[in-house]
């Protein structure tokens, strides 16, 4: 219970009375499709070539996760530590980044001659500069620090950022008052009454979760806020039957494993 006030109250302190949406990152297509670390149904994810996929199928967002090495440098690497993905062991924060940068990112192809490497965030921001915009998963890093490099290259309009616990909303806020930030809406909320109260509470910019925990009335209601939803559609089993439901209730964004295939898709349907 303590845990749950704390972090309403750090919460409420980042924001102000007048509050309004920061807007997301402006995308050319009405219909958005975070591509979810990366395009890795062909290549490994969260490295350049999954990103470079994203782009060459006309994602909207590649989303990327974020954390420190040991001597402060940020890297993309969705887990904790680089032991599933790499030939090697250890946890990232407890490691170089000359020590990662040595290390070969697994490939599901094993016959593929290509080397993949862990990425920096100066190399996916070099990447994705006028491109494509950045989903930006939190996982462990300092705020300050990560948007210092945002400004650096420019992508201050490109990017939103996904948040994973109190402090680093407040972090944000604090560092990029402007910047888009997403929260997920939590299991628990499944009527527009509930999702008014998260809203006023924690006053998000962009709303995340699980697509099947919204209905029609949640969509518009948020809709009607200026809050939009994109949340995450992608599983083992993925495809049209979840893309049909996700339409029938008004979503207009997802984060999925097959951008190629939801463009395609979504084409077909006359939306995008």
């Not at 009454?193 to 925990?213: E, N, V, W």
């Not at 008004?250 to 494993?257: A, M, V």
Request: glycine share 6%.
């Amino acid at each position: 219970m303590r845990l749950a006030i704390l972090i309403t109250v750090l919460f409420l302190l980042a924001v102000g009375d007048n509050w309004q949406p920061n807007p997301a990152p402006v995308s050319k297509h009405k219909f958005i499709i975070s591509a979810h670390r990366g395009d890795h149904v062909i290549y490994p994810e969260n490295t350049l070539a999954a990103y470079q996929e994203a782009i060459k199928n006309e994602a909207d967002y590649v989303e990327i996760d974020l954390r420190t090495t040991k001597d402060g440098e940020l890297v993309s690497m969705h887990d904790g530590t680089v032991n599933r993905m790499t030939n090697g062991q250890g946890q990232v924060k407890d490691l170089a980044l000359a020590e990662l940068e040595q290390l070969r990112v697994k490939s599901k192809d094993t016959t593929s001659t290509e080397i993949y490497r862990i990425p920096t965030f100066k190399q996916i921001l070099q990447l994705c500069k006028n491109k494509i915009n950045i989903y930006l998963d939190f996982k462990a890093a300092d705020p300050a620090l990560a948007y210092q490099m945002i400004k650096q290259y420019g992508m201050e309009k490109q990017v939103l950022v996904y948040i994973n616990s109190a402090p680093q909303f407040t972090g944000w806020r604090k560092a990029a008052p402007k910047m888009p930030l997403m929260l997920s809406l939590p299991d628990s909320v499944k009527t527009v009454a509930g999702m008014d109260s998260f809203i006023m509470k924690y006053q998000p910019d962009i709303l995340d979760g699980s697509y099947k925990q919204y209905n029609a009335d949640m969509v518009k209601f948020a809709e009607d806020k200026h809050i939009p939803v994109w949340p995450d559609i992608q599983s083992g089993g993925e495809g049209p039957a979840d893309w049909d439901k996700a339409l029938a209730v008004g979503l207009s964004g997802f984060q999925t494993d097959h951008p190629a295939a939801l463009v395609k898709y979504l084409k077909g349907k006359g939306l995008r």
